[in-house]
């Protein structure tokens, strides 16, 4: 807190951006970031994905962020309702950028289009 009243004063931090800082430190802006970024990589590397390829990408950036949003270093800092939507949606859209079928991936599997993450999600 008190860092994130040095930036306000210093004109670094604008006044009405100090409670963000607070509730998103930088170490879990960049570890959600860094997760994200690996799922990218790993997508772009998958040419005409199975259903099991694209279901361990998933899997594994949700482990990923699973660790970030328990990670003691944010202080307590952590995904609440309107992020981890925001994670489920740019899984989702991730995917399809990808050229992955989503719906029909999820009609094959059983799954709502909203519960793609929730077998491995704990945030």
């Not at 170490?27 to 694209?54: I, K």
């Not at 594994?60 to 699973?66: D, G, M, S």
């Amino acid at each position: 807190m008190a860092q994130v009243a040095r930036d306000v004063e210093a004109g670094i931090l604008e006044p009405d951006c100090a409670g963000a800082a607070e509730m998103y430190p930088e170490s879990l802006l960049r570890a959600t970031d860094s997760a994200l970024e690996a799922f990218e990589e790993e997508m772009r590397g998958l040419v005409n994905p199975s259903d099991e390829e694209v279901f361990r990408a998933v899997e594994r950036v949700v482990l990923a962020l699973n660790t970030v949003d328990r990670d003691p270093v944010h202080m307590g800092a952590g995904f609440c309702t309107e992020e981890r939507e925001q994670l489920c949606s740019y899984v989702d859209l991730t995917l399809g950028e990808y050229g992955v079928d989503v719906a029909a991936l999820l009609a094959r599997k059983g799954i709502v289009r909203a519960g793609i993450t929730d077998v491995w999600r704990d945030w």
